[in-house]
């Protein structure tokens, strides 16, 4: 079975603080993506990375930062946080057309 | 551009009847696939279908059923019979592949399903 793992399930942040959101695969899949899911709007993508060290921004970047050092392991890092951060934050790691998503991190900044 | 459209925010039924998610696709790609995701008020996506371009073949799983018209750019999801457990939100989504290596998913903004006891 896949399995994708995120390290919180729920995380309650100040304004300001640096948030790391951690998620890691066992399937060693060489894509991993990091989503927001907000009412309404469905799930954005933040970030997605092809490879160790590599990544590429995608619809919603701005305010957010992602580090990938090991194949498995893919960060979602906000540097500053602020409360239009509040949302459901979901990992995804995937080969091929499919994608796994692990539980959901809910990030509430207050 | 991809695009995924789901116009229907919200339905509810009474535990039994039948119900049909919409979806509706835009993309100019010749090769991509379609999905149904299911998230129960857990959080967590579960994966229900998985459809290529190439095969139109309606899909039947249980009480599930998924309808893919590539004419009408359309894949539509009916649940027979529902029942309380059915309640989540539903997405639809596409996936392409992007730089010729790397699938990337856009999903619909998702249809909540509220089946009534």
């Known amino acids: 079975d896949v399995k994708v793992t995120q390290s919180s399930r729920y995380l309650v942040k100040r304004t300001g603080e640096k948030v790391f959101l951690e998620c890691v695969q066992d399937m060693d899949h060489e894509n991993m993506f990091w989503y927001r899911q907000d009412p309404g709007l469905g799930l954005r993508l933040i970030y997605f990375?092809?490879?160790?060290?590599?990544?590429e921004k995608g619809d919603i970047p701005e305010g957010y930062s992602v580090s990938r050092e090991k194949k498995e392991r893919f960060s979602l890092i906000l540097e500053s946080a602020s409360t239009n951060q509040t949302s459901m934050y979901l990992c995804?790691?995937?080969?091929?057309?499919?994608?796994?998503f692990g539980p959901g991190t809910r990030l509430t900044v207050t | 551009a991809q695009k995924v459209t789901q116009a229907q925010t919200e339905i509810s039924v009474v535990e039994k009847e039948d119900v049909t998610l919409d979806c509706v696709y835009e993309t100019r790609d010749t090769t991509y696939y379609l999905f149904w995701y299911k998230q129960p008020p857990s959080g967590e996506l579960v994966f229900l279908i998985r459809?290529?371009?190439?095969?139109?073949q309606n899909e039947i799983s249980g009480r599930y059923s998924w309808n893919f018209q590539k004419s009408t750019s359309s894949f539509n999801f009916t649940i027979t019979a529902s029942q309380v457990v059915d309640s989540a939100v539903y997405f639809c989504?596409?996936?392409?592949?992007?730089?010729?290596?790397?699938?990337?998913?856009?999903f619909g903004t998702g249809t909540l399903l509220a089946v009534q006891p």
């Open positions: 990375s092809y490879d160790v060290k590599m990544k």
């Open positions: 995804a790691s995937g080969g091929g057309y499919e994608q796994y």
């Open positions: 459809r290529n371009s190439f095969d139109e």
């Open positions: 989504a596409l996936s392409y592949l992007y730089g010729g290596a790397t699938n990337k998913l856009i």
